[in-house]
């Protein structure tokens, strides 16, 4: 839950994501694992009011929008600048 660089937290979300789309984990888990993996890094994930550079890259907008809609609903990320 606690990743030390903004790659290994990007490559965690891509294989989080990757995993709901292919249909090995369910939406709950999903949800569940996006806020906690924000709730331990915030730093890492967001940077004035937007993703990262490095989330930007290695994420991608698509497994962007999702992060950002999981965050929105739980109510976490207000002002993120939307990707959408």
């Known amino acids: 839950m606690f990743?030390?660089?903004q790659r290994e937290l990007a490559m965690m979300y891509n294989?989080?994501?990757?995993?709901y789309w292919?249909?090995?984990i369910n939406e709950e888990t999903l949800i569940q694992k996006v806020v906690d993996?924000?709730?331990n890094n915030p730093q890492k994930?967001?940077?004035?009011?937007?993703f990262t550079t490095v989330l930007k890259q290695q994420c991608g907008k698509r497994r962007?929008?999702?992060i950002e809609r999981i965050l929105?609903?739980?109510?976490?990320?207000?002002?993120?600048?939307s990707v959408i």
């Open 3 to 5: 990743y030390r660089t």
């Open 15 to 19: 294989s989080i994501i990757d995993a």
């Open 22 to 24: 292919e249909g090995n």
């Open 37 to 39: 993996i924000y709730i």
């Open 45 to 50: 994930i967001i940077k004035e009011n937007d």
């Open 64 to 66: 962007l929008e999702v």
């Open 72 to 81: 929105h609903m739980n109510g976490l990320a207000k002002d993120i600048k």
